[in-house]
């Protein structure tokens, strides 16, 4: 028993001591991680000669100050948005269309065809899918795209000689062609009627209901005819001048879904997909939705932000171009919360859809999990023991 339980610990020093080597030597390499460390990041961002340089993405490390921040952000900086001209004017609010219908009152001072003293005649009648109505006197006659006072003209017309000093006034009773669409990711989806010549895209969606997920996921496609003009609801919300259009009839709203996302990984307390939760997304406010930096083992100054830059930008750097770098150029960002100003600078900084952030281990705490790891394997070997009581003495 003596002898087979100093062959067992004999075994786990030599296993303990070839796991250090191995550790020490080969990069950890032996122990699970979330990513390269900051040391394996910094070394393979350097050309490999030993490797077809065909096959080796070569990305830049581009160190996060001030400078850096500042250019990211007035490069990324919203363009103010133009409106297409078919949204810079209101529609045609108020004309007549194909399945309206109209309530004609037609007076005559003393008694003649439509009535008697000044009461009137009213008549309900609808667009014919010809775009005509008919009237007793006044015959058949176009009104589809004429406003009522036209139409109440062309009456008083069609009844001289017939009448006696006509008069008529026209009003919609129900509008059937003026109204619009709003479709998609709303509470209510189904046409609107448009009531006013100014009503707006917000009007129709708050009719619609509201939409069904917050502004910064929804997505608003606005189609009048052939034309149309698509934004983000926030932007709505914060551009009202520019993207709150007034609707016309016929007009289409189509709202969908559409989360921008990134990526959280490594030594963060809360690794995964991050949804944005307002439009601009600063670095800060990434690493906030994280819950920040694990402080277990996460290495403050490893602190990286993997995106492919457009060449313009990359140019702005001083990052030197490859053949390769024709219209984007693949750069890590780095960033190191060692330094106090760090804080300021991540406040400033864009995060992107579909960034990866990843936050490296601290070298100590790779070491950490090794002995941790050691532990449980010398606790496993020492179950025999524990099972068969104390040594024997003399055995």
Same mark, same amino acid.
């Given at each position: 028993m003596m002898r087979r339980s100093l062959t067992a610990w004999h075994f786990v020093s030599r296993f303990a001591v070839a796991l250090g080597l191995g550790t020490m030597g080969g990069g950890c390499e032996l122990l699970p991680s979330d990513g390269p460390s900051t040391n394996a990041m910094l070394a393979t961002s350097s050309f490999n000669k030993k490797v077809d340089p065909k096959s080796v993405m070569r990305f830049a490390i581009v160190g996060i100050d001030a400078q850096i921040a500042r250019d990211c952000e007035q490069f990324y900086q919203p363009v103010a948005s133009t409106v297409p001209d078919a949204f810079q004017k209101s529609g045609d609010f108020g004309q007549v269309g194909v399945g309206d219908v109209l309530r004609v009152t037609i007076w005559e001072p003393g008694e003649g065809l439509f009535g008697r003293d000044q009461k009137g005649t009213d008549i309900t009648v609808r667009v014919d899918v010809d775009g005509t109505i008919s009237l007793p006197y006044a015959g058949r006659f176009a009104v589809t795209g004429r406003r009522l006072s036209q139409i109440e003209s062309t009456i008083v017309t069609r009844l001289e000689g017939q009448a006696i000093q006509p008069q008529a006034t026209v009003m919609i009773a129900d509008n059937i062609s003026s109204s619009a669409s709003v479709q998609g990711d709303v509470i209510k989806p189904g046409p609107y009627p448009v009531t006013r010549g100014n #009503?707006?895209?917000? !009007?129709?969606?708050?009719?619609?209901?509201?939409?069904?997920?917050? %502004?910064? &996921?929804?997505?608003?496609?606005? +189609?009048?005819?052939?034309?149309?003009?698509?934004?983000?609801?926030?932007?709505?919300?914060?551009?009202? &001048? @520019?993207?709150?259009?007034?609707? /016309?009839?016929? !007009?289409?709203?189509?709202?969908?879904?559409?989360?921008?996302?990134?990526?959280?990984?490594?030594?963060?307390?809360?690794?995964?997909? #991050?949804?944005?939760?307002?439009? #601009?997304?600063?670095?800060?406010?990434?690493?906030?939705?994280?819950?920040?930096? =694990?402080?277990?083992?996460? =290495?403050?100054?490893?602190?990286? $932000? *993997?995106?492919?830059?457009?060449?313009?930008?990359?140019?702005?750097?001083?990052?030197? $171009?490859?053949?390769?770098?024709? =219209?984007?150029?693949?750069?890590?960002?780095? $960033?190191?919360?060692?330094?106090?100003?760090?804080?300021?600078?991540?406040?400033?900084?864009?995060?992107? %859809?579909? =960034?990866?952030?990843?936050?490296?281990?601290? %070298?100590?705490?790779?070491?950490?999990? *090794?002995? #941790?790891?050691?532990?449980? /394997? +010398?606790? +496993?070997?020492?179950?025999?023991? @524990? $099972?068969?009581?104390? *040594?024997?003495?003399?055995?």
């Amino acid at each position: 028993m003596m002898r087979r339980s100093l062959t067992a610990w004999h075994f786990v020093s030599r296993f303990a001591v070839a796991l250090g080597l191995g550790t020490m030597g080969g990069g950890c390499e032996l122990l699970p991680s979330d990513g390269p460390s900051t040391n394996a990041m910094l070394a393979t961002s350097s050309f490999n000669k030993k490797v077809d340089p065909k096959s080796v993405m070569r990305f830049a490390i581009v160190g996060i100050d001030a400078q850096i921040a500042r250019d990211c952000e007035q490069f990324y900086q919203p363009v103010a948005s133009t409106v297409p001209d078919a949204f810079q004017k209101s529609g045609d609010f108020g004309q007549v269309g194909v399945g309206d219908v109209l309530r004609v009152t037609i007076w005559e001072p003393g008694e003649g065809l439509f009535g008697r003293d000044q009461k009137g005649t009213d008549i309900t009648v609808r667009v014919d899918v010809d775009g005509t109505i008919s009237l007793p006197y006044a015959g058949r006659f176009a009104v589809t795209g004429r406003r009522l006072s036209q139409i109440e003209s062309t009456i008083v017309t069609r009844l001289e000689g017939q009448a006696i000093q006509p008069q008529a006034t026209v009003m919609i009773a129900d509008n059937i062609s003026s109204s619009a669409s709003v479709q998609g990711d709303v509470i209510k989806p189904g046409p609107y009627p448009v009531t006013r010549g100014n #009503q707006r895209v917000l !009007d129709m969606i708050a009719m619609a209901g509201g939409a069904k997920f917050p %502004p910064y &996921e929804s997505s608003i496609r606005l +189609t009048r005819g052939r034309s149309t003009m698509s934004f983000m609801m926030q932007e709505l919300i914060d551009q009202p &001048e @520019t993207f709150n259009v007034s609707v /016309a009839a016929g !007009d289409a709203l189509l709202l969908t879904q559409k989360p921008q996302k990134f990526i959280a990984l490594g030594a963060v307390a809360q690794p995964g997909e #991050q949804i944005f939760r307002k439009s #601009q997304l600063t670095l800060a406010d990434g690493l906030g939705q994280a819950f920040g930096l =694990d402080a277990q083992r996460s =290495d403050a100054k490893g602190v990286y $932000l *993997f995106r492919r830059e457009p060449v313009e930008l990359a140019r702005r750097y001083g990052v030197p $171009l490859l053949e390769e770098d024709r =219209d984007t150029v693949p750069i890590v960002y780095q $960033l190191d919360l060692k330094d106090g100003k760090s804080f300021f600078v991540m406040n400033q900084f864009p995060v992107r %859809p579909n =960034d990866i952030v990843f936050v490296s281990t601290a %070298p100590l705490a790779e070491a950490a999990r *090794f002995f #941790q790891i050691l532990s449980g /394997a +010398t606790a +496993t070997v020492a179950i025999p023991r @524990t $099972l068969g009581g104390n *040594f024997p003495s003399g055995r």
